[in-house]
Protein backbone atom coordinates (compact mmCIF):
# COMPACT_ATOMS: atom_id res chain seq x y z
CA UNK A 1 0.00 0.00 0.00
CA UNK A 2 1.34 3.29 -0.93
CA UNK A 3 0.93 5.96 2.37
CA UNK A 4 1.43 9.23 0.28
CA UNK A 5 0.54 8.94 -3.28
CA UNK A 6 0.27 11.59 -6.05
CA UNK A 7 -1.40 12.04 -9.51
CA UNK A 8 -0.54 12.97 -11.71
CA UNK A 9 3.56 11.58 -11.64
CA UNK A 10 3.85 14.06 -14.79
CA UNK A 11 1.98 16.89 -16.26
CA UNK A 12 2.69 18.91 -19.43
CA UNK A 13 0.78 21.37 -20.06
CA UNK A 14 0.89 24.86 -22.35
CA UNK A 15 1.45 28.41 -20.53
CA UNK A 16 -1.88 29.68 -19.39
CA UNK A 17 -3.88 26.78 -18.85
CA UNK A 18 -5.17 25.05 -15.04
CA UNK A 19 -3.81 22.20 -13.80
CA UNK A 20 -4.81 19.86 -10.48
CA UNK A 21 -1.87 17.84 -8.38
CA UNK A 22 -3.97 15.63 -6.35
CA UNK A 23 -2.22 14.12 -3.27
CA UNK A 24 -3.88 11.19 -1.16
CA UNK A 25 -2.43 9.97 2.26
CA UNK A 26 -3.14 6.17 4.08
CA UNK A 27 -1.15 6.90 7.08
CA UNK A 28 -4.04 8.75 9.43
CA UNK A 29 -1.94 11.63 9.75
CA UNK A 30 -3.52 15.13 10.86
CA UNK A 31 -0.74 17.34 8.91
CA UNK A 32 -0.23 17.72 5.53
CA UNK A 33 2.37 19.52 2.81
CA UNK A 34 2.98 20.96 -0.51
CA UNK A 35 6.71 21.50 -1.47
CA UNK A 36 8.16 22.70 -4.52
CA UNK A 37 11.70 21.06 -5.60
CA UNK A 38 13.17 23.66 -8.10
CA UNK A 39 15.60 22.90 -11.12
CA UNK A 40 18.45 23.56 -9.12
CA UNK A 41 17.57 20.55 -6.88
CA UNK A 42 16.02 23.07 -4.02
CA UNK A 43 13.60 22.36 -1.49
CA UNK A 44 11.20 24.85 -0.46
CA UNK A 45 7.80 24.95 1.85
CA UNK A 46 4.50 26.31 -0.39
CA UNK A 47 1.83 25.07 1.79
CA UNK A 48 0.60 23.12 5.52
CA UNK A 49 -2.62 22.10 6.34
CA UNK A 50 -3.62 20.77 9.89
CA UNK A 51 -6.67 18.85 9.88
CA UNK A 52 -7.93 20.27 6.59
CA UNK A 53 -6.89 23.85 8.18
CA UNK A 54 -4.45 25.86 6.18
CA UNK A 55 -1.18 26.45 8.61
CA UNK A 56 1.80 27.79 6.79
CA UNK A 57 1.19 29.74 3.27
CA UNK A 58 4.52 30.81 2.03
CA UNK A 59 4.75 33.44 -0.11
CA UNK A 60 3.22 31.83 -3.35
CA UNK A 61 1.39 33.63 -5.94
CA UNK A 62 -2.08 33.50 -5.16
CA UNK A 63 -2.58 31.59 -8.56
CA UNK A 64 -1.54 28.50 -6.14
CA UNK A 65 -4.26 27.54 -4.18
CA UNK A 66 -4.75 24.45 -2.10
CA UNK A 67 -7.91 22.48 -1.06
CA UNK A 68 -8.07 19.78 1.08
CA UNK A 69 -11.27 17.90 1.37
CA UNK A 70 -10.80 15.89 4.32
CA UNK A 71 -7.56 14.82 6.17
CA UNK A 72 -6.46 12.51 4.19
CA UNK A 73 -6.47 14.82 1.48
CA UNK A 74 -4.70 17.73 -0.02
CA UNK A 75 -4.93 18.59 -3.75
CA UNK A 76 -2.99 21.75 -5.03
CA UNK A 77 -4.47 24.24 -7.79
CA UNK A 78 -2.58 26.31 -10.29
CA UNK A 79 -4.29 28.74 -12.54
CA UNK A 80 -3.08 30.16 -15.33
CA UNK A 81 0.34 28.15 -15.38
CA UNK A 82 3.63 30.46 -16.21
CA UNK A 83 6.93 28.74 -17.54
CA UNK A 84 8.49 29.56 -13.98
CA UNK A 85 6.31 26.89 -12.34
CA UNK A 86 7.96 23.67 -13.80
CA UNK A 87 8.86 22.02 -11.17
CA UNK A 88 8.82 18.48 -8.92
CA UNK A 89 5.50 19.27 -6.42
CA UNK A 90 5.97 16.98 -3.40
CA UNK A 91 3.17 16.41 -1.03
CA UNK A 92 4.26 15.08 2.44
CA UNK A 93 2.42 14.35 5.67
CA UNK A 94 3.10 13.93 9.23
CA UNK A 95 1.34 12.41 12.57
CA UNK A 96 0.64 15.92 13.86
CA UNK A 97 1.91 19.39 13.13
CA UNK A 98 3.73 20.29 16.20
CA UNK A 99 3.37 17.09 18.48
CA UNK A 100 6.60 16.26 18.26
CA UNK A 101 9.83 16.99 16.54
CA UNK A 102 10.90 13.69 15.57
CA UNK A 103 7.94 13.05 13.47
CA UNK A 104 9.11 12.28 9.92
CA UNK A 105 7.34 13.68 7.23
CA UNK A 106 6.69 11.06 4.22
CA UNK A 107 6.82 12.28 1.10
CA UNK A 108 4.99 11.15 -2.04
CA UNK A 109 6.77 10.20 -5.31
CA UNK A 110 6.45 13.67 -6.48
CA UNK A 111 4.51 15.25 -9.41
CA UNK A 112 6.70 16.60 -12.28
CA UNK A 113 5.38 19.52 -13.75
CA UNK A 114 6.38 20.76 -17.11
CA UNK A 115 5.16 23.82 -18.61
CA UNK A 116 5.74 24.90 -22.05
CA UNK B 1 14.60 32.77 11.33
CA UNK B 2 15.88 29.08 10.40
CA UNK B 3 18.74 28.68 7.65
CA UNK B 4 20.55 24.65 6.63
CA UNK B 5 23.94 25.33 5.12
CA UNK B 6 25.12 22.65 2.95
CA UNK B 7 29.03 23.95 1.81
CA UNK B 8 29.40 20.69 -0.45
CA UNK B 9 27.39 20.48 -3.61
CA UNK B 10 29.24 16.95 -4.82
CA UNK B 11 31.03 14.43 -3.19
CA UNK B 12 32.79 11.21 -4.47
CA UNK B 13 33.40 8.40 -2.37
CA UNK B 14 35.12 4.77 -3.05
CA UNK B 15 32.40 1.85 -2.40
CA UNK B 16 33.44 0.72 1.08
CA UNK B 17 34.64 3.53 2.86
CA UNK B 18 33.00 5.96 4.94
CA UNK B 19 32.04 9.47 3.94
CA UNK B 20 30.88 12.35 6.00
CA UNK B 21 28.35 15.06 4.15
CA UNK B 22 28.53 18.51 6.03
CA UNK B 23 25.43 20.55 7.47
CA UNK B 24 25.25 23.76 9.42
CA UNK B 25 22.19 25.59 10.77
CA UNK B 26 21.24 28.24 12.55
CA UNK B 27 17.65 28.99 14.50
CA UNK B 28 16.10 30.95 17.21
CA UNK B 29 14.13 27.94 18.37
CA UNK B 30 14.91 26.77 21.54
CA UNK B 31 14.15 23.18 20.52
CA UNK B 32 13.75 21.75 16.78
CA UNK B 33 14.84 18.20 14.82
CA UNK B 34 17.53 17.53 12.23
CA UNK B 35 16.96 15.10 9.68
CA UNK B 36 18.48 13.81 6.71
CA UNK B 37 16.94 12.60 3.55
CA UNK B 38 18.15 10.53 0.62
CA UNK B 39 16.84 11.67 -2.93
CA UNK B 40 18.07 8.61 -5.54
CA UNK B 41 17.78 9.67 -9.60
CA UNK B 42 14.39 7.89 -9.62
CA UNK B 43 13.10 11.01 -7.66
CA UNK B 44 11.16 10.11 -4.29
CA UNK B 45 12.72 11.58 -0.82
CA UNK B 46 13.65 8.85 1.10
CA UNK B 47 13.77 9.51 5.34
CA UNK B 48 17.32 8.59 6.56
CA UNK B 49 18.08 10.22 10.07
CA UNK B 50 16.73 12.03 12.86
CA UNK B 51 18.48 14.16 15.81
CA UNK B 52 16.58 16.26 18.10
CA UNK B 53 18.70 19.28 19.56
CA UNK B 54 18.11 17.70 23.23
CA UNK B 55 19.02 14.25 22.81
CA UNK B 56 22.15 13.78 24.37
CA UNK B 57 23.74 10.82 22.37
CA UNK B 58 24.25 10.88 18.37
CA UNK B 59 21.56 9.25 16.19
CA UNK B 60 22.55 6.31 14.16
CA UNK B 61 20.33 4.11 11.47
CA UNK B 62 22.26 1.31 10.33
CA UNK B 63 24.68 1.97 8.08
CA UNK B 64 23.91 5.63 9.21
CA UNK B 65 25.03 8.12 11.61
CA UNK B 66 24.58 11.78 12.68
CA UNK B 67 27.91 13.72 13.92
CA UNK B 68 25.91 16.27 16.14
CA UNK B 69 27.94 18.96 17.20
CA UNK B 70 25.31 21.31 18.85
CA UNK B 71 27.81 24.22 19.90
CA UNK B 72 29.02 24.25 16.18
CA UNK B 73 25.95 24.10 15.07
CA UNK B 74 26.71 20.98 12.93
CA UNK B 75 24.52 17.57 11.98
CA UNK B 76 26.57 15.88 9.81
CA UNK B 77 25.97 12.42 8.30
CA UNK B 78 28.34 9.84 8.31
CA UNK B 79 27.78 7.00 6.01
CA UNK B 80 29.62 3.89 6.46
CA UNK B 81 30.87 1.65 4.10
CA UNK B 82 29.24 2.88 1.04
CA UNK B 83 27.42 1.05 -1.38
CA UNK B 84 26.75 1.80 -5.15
CA UNK B 85 23.21 2.24 -4.60
CA UNK B 86 24.11 5.02 -1.94
CA UNK B 87 24.80 7.37 -5.03
CA UNK B 88 22.15 10.05 -4.65
CA UNK B 89 21.15 13.46 -3.26
CA UNK B 90 21.43 14.18 -0.26
CA UNK B 91 19.60 16.65 1.84
CA UNK B 92 19.73 18.02 5.35
CA UNK B 93 16.24 20.06 6.88
CA UNK B 94 15.60 21.31 10.41
CA UNK B 95 11.99 21.54 12.00
CA UNK B 96 10.84 23.99 14.43
CA UNK B 97 8.39 26.43 15.22
CA UNK B 98 10.05 28.65 13.52
CA UNK B 99 9.46 26.72 10.34
CA UNK B 100 5.57 26.78 10.88
CA UNK B 101 6.83 22.89 11.85
CA UNK B 102 7.46 22.36 8.18
CA UNK B 103 10.87 21.03 7.29
CA UNK B 104 13.12 23.95 6.24
CA UNK B 105 15.76 22.27 3.42
CA UNK B 106 19.82 22.71 2.72
CA UNK B 107 20.69 23.06 -1.15
CA UNK B 108 21.65 19.52 -0.73
CA UNK B 109 25.28 17.40 -1.75
CA UNK B 110 25.46 15.14 -4.89
CA UNK B 111 27.25 11.79 -3.74
CA UNK B 112 28.65 9.76 -6.18
CA UNK B 113 29.93 5.95 -4.87
CA UNK B 114 32.21 5.16 -7.56
CA UNK B 115 33.22 1.16 -7.60
Redesign the interface.
Known amino acids: DTAVSQTPKYLVTQMGNDKSIKCEQNLGHD?M?W?KQDS??????MF?YNNKEL??NETVPNRFSPKSPDKAHLNLHINSLELGDSA?Y?C?S?LT??GG??E????G??T?LLVL | AQKITQTQPGMFVQEKEAVTLDCTYDTSDPSYGLFWYKQPSSGEMIFLIYQGSYDQQNATEGRYSLNFQKARKSANLVISASQLGDSAMYFCAMRGANSGYALNFGKGTSLLVTP
Not at chain 1, 40 to 45: D, H, R, T
Not at chain 1, 104 to 107: R, V, W
Request: hydrophobic share 45%; glycine share 4%; charged share 15%.
Open positions: TYYKKFLKISIIVFASLALSTQYFPGR
